[in-house]
């Protein structure tokens, strides 16, 4: 399946990117996600998060495989920041953790997630760490969160 099929059978939900990836429009993720799938991409081997500050704009990079024909794709969604997007974590398995990742850090929320909670920071931690817009807090639970990390790189 070439990069093109997707764009002939999606014409209206997909763009070709300059690097290569696909970026599909978010509404439509449900149809697309499991086209791909069906399609033979039958792993998913990432998700990347990212924030589009000037555009306030999130965005998701799936990275996904196919194990038969060996052959890579990479979908982009990029949404207004408020939005939910589709889980996919009951079509590739391994969504399961990177969706909550994106969660956690991120603050994006996946629709139909089988459990969706913060995966590496504490339950009651506020806000999300990646967004460009976050601001560190001075304590937490009466305990200082240090601000020069130069001592764990």
Not at 38 to 65: H, P, Q, R, V, W
Not at 124 to 142: F, R, S, V
Request: proline content about 4%; aromatic content about 14%.
């Amino acid at each position: 399946m070439s990069d093109h099929f997707l764009i002939q059978k999606f014409k209206d939900d997909i763009e070709l990117l300059a690097n290569g990836s696909l970026r599909v429009k978010h509404e439509e993720w449900i149809k697309v996600s499991k086209f791909i799938h069906d399609s033979g991409f039958d792993y998913l081997m990432c998700i990347t998060s990212y924030d589009l500050e000037s555009d306030n704009k999130l965005g998701l990079a799936y990275n996904l495989y196919n194990t038969n024909q060996k052959k890579y794709l990479e979908i982009r969604l990029e949404f207004i920041n408020t939005k939910k997007i589709f889980s996919v974590a009951n079509i590739w398995r391994t969504a399961d953790w990177h969706e909550r990742e994106a969660y956690d850090l991120m603050g994006i929320t996946f629709e139909g997630h089988p459990d969706m909670r913060r995966i590496l920071l504490p339950s009651d931690w506020e806000g999300h760490p990646l967004q460009k817009k976050y601001k560190e807090p001075e304590y937490y639970h009466g305990m200082p969160v240090p601000k020069d990390k130069s001592e764990w790189e």
